[in-house]
């Protein structure tokens, strides 16, 4: 059995990462992010290092200067082959190459922060747990794995910003078969450094993960205040309603 089998049969022993219903492990909380800064470092990375193997087909390049960019610093930071500020985000990847590549055609990213939602928690917080937890496996094409989503084809893209990680792996008794014994994760072992901490490293993520869910529904700010505001008008009707049908049952009574 090779080692990314072995992992597979033991994940379910994990410390620290226990297997929600969906099959995966337990999700960290992203860090809350809504800042225009952040926004924008998080539009940044996106373009960098996710534009060239995933498209946003349903985002507009120039929804951006929701974000407080002006069309002059998306064009001259954000556009590298010729797209117009009105462009959506699509890529010149053909689906047949992607997947002759990679083995699968990377999803569209538009709306992933909502599809990636479940009850083991947010679609953010599935992509902040899934982006810091890719390790060294030579044993995949890619050279690389990851604990979320065992076996995948997604190459660790921000890997030297985190630097080169394996997992490691310690033998102990099987607690529910006596004389065999299986092999349970002990944690990360850093091989070399990245261009940044830790703590850095998941600064930048949180700061990705946040633009994803904003571009998953870039009203959702709007919308939660014109809801309050329904609900405020709503229970002000209704009190004046109820106090006018007081008022007009009044002499009935």
Request: net charge neutral; with cysteine; charged share 20%.
């Amino acid at each position: 059995m090779n080692f990314s089998k072995k992992l597979l049969a033991v994940l379910a022993l994990l410390p620290g990462l226990v297997f929600a219903s969906e099959g995966g492990v337990a999700l960290d909380r992203a860090p809350e992010r809504s800042d225009i800064a952040s926004l924008q470092n998080g539009a940044k990375l996106f373009v960098n290092y996710c534009l060239n193997c995933h498209s946003a087909s349903s985002m507009r390049y120039n929804r951006l200067r929701d974000l407080g960019l002006n069309e002059d610093q998306i064009k001259n930071n954000l556009l590298f082959s010729g797209e117009k500020v009105g462009d959506m985000m699509n890529i010149a990847m053909r689906p047949a190459d992607a997947k002759a590549w990679f083995g699968a055609v990377p999803p569209d990213l538009t709306v992933i922060a909502r599809a990636k939602a479940s009850s083991a928690g947010s679609g953010a917080d599935y992509l902040y747990t899934y982006l810091r937890s890719f390790y060294k496996d030579d044993a995949r094409p890619t050279g690389w794995n990851n604990l979320v989503v065992p076996n995948v084809a997604m190459p660790h893209v921000l890997w030297e910003m985190q630097g080169v990680r394996t997992i490691k792996m310690v033998e102990e008794a099987d607690p529910h078969e006596k004389g065999k014994t299986v092999h349970r994760f002990d944690g990360f072992e850093q091989v070399t450094p990245g261009t940044m901490t830790t703590q850095e490293f998941d600064a930048q993520v949180a700061d990705l993960v946040a633009y994803m869910s904003w571009m998953a529904e870039p009203t959702r700010d709007l919308r939660k205040r014109l809801g309050a505001i329904v609900v405020i008008f709503l229970s002000l009707f209704a009190f004046l309603a109820w106090r006018l049908n007081e008022s007009y049952w009044k002499g009935v009574k």
